[in-house]
């Protein structure tokens, strides 16, 4: 299984930027299809984006496409969430775990503990 920390979260206004580092410390991260996830107050975590092990293919949520970009650092073992143009409904706890099924949208390892992104208007 791939250990994974999540960081770089926090307070940010509507229409400003944060982004989000999804360390691993184990090999197998090289080789492994990597997403990010969501889970608001209240709400079912929801899939955000997810990258390709090469990083050549990327997926994101409707909700997401024209804002987030993820991004992969294999040397250094890191995934990246570049989330510009925030709003409030992207507050949440985000999530990154390995991934797997059609368009790499099913989490397959365990969860890590996350990071909070609050966004306020």
């Known amino acids: 299984q791939v250990q994974l920390v999540e960081s770089g979260g926090g307070l940010v206004q509507a229409g400003g930027s944060l982004r989000l580092s999804c360390a691993s410390s184990e090999r197998a991260f090289s080789s492994s299809a990597m997403g990010w996830f969501r889970q608001a107050p209240g709400k079912e975590r929801e899939f955000v984006a997810a990258?390709?092990?090469?990083?050549?293919?990327?997926y994101y949520a409707d909700s997401v496409k024209g804002r987030f970009t993820i991004s992969r650092d294999n040397a250094k073992l890191t995934a990246y969430l570049q989330m510009n143009s925030l709003r409030p409904e992207d507050t949440a706890v985000y999530y990154c775990?390995?991934?797997?099924?059609?368009?790499?949208?099913?989490?397959?390892?365990?969860w890590g503990q996350g990071t909070q992104v609050t966004v306020s208007s």
């Open positions: 775990n390995a991934v797997g099924g059609l368009g790499y949208s099913e989490p397959i390892g365990y």
């Open positions: 990258i390709s092990w090469r990083g050549a293919t990327t």
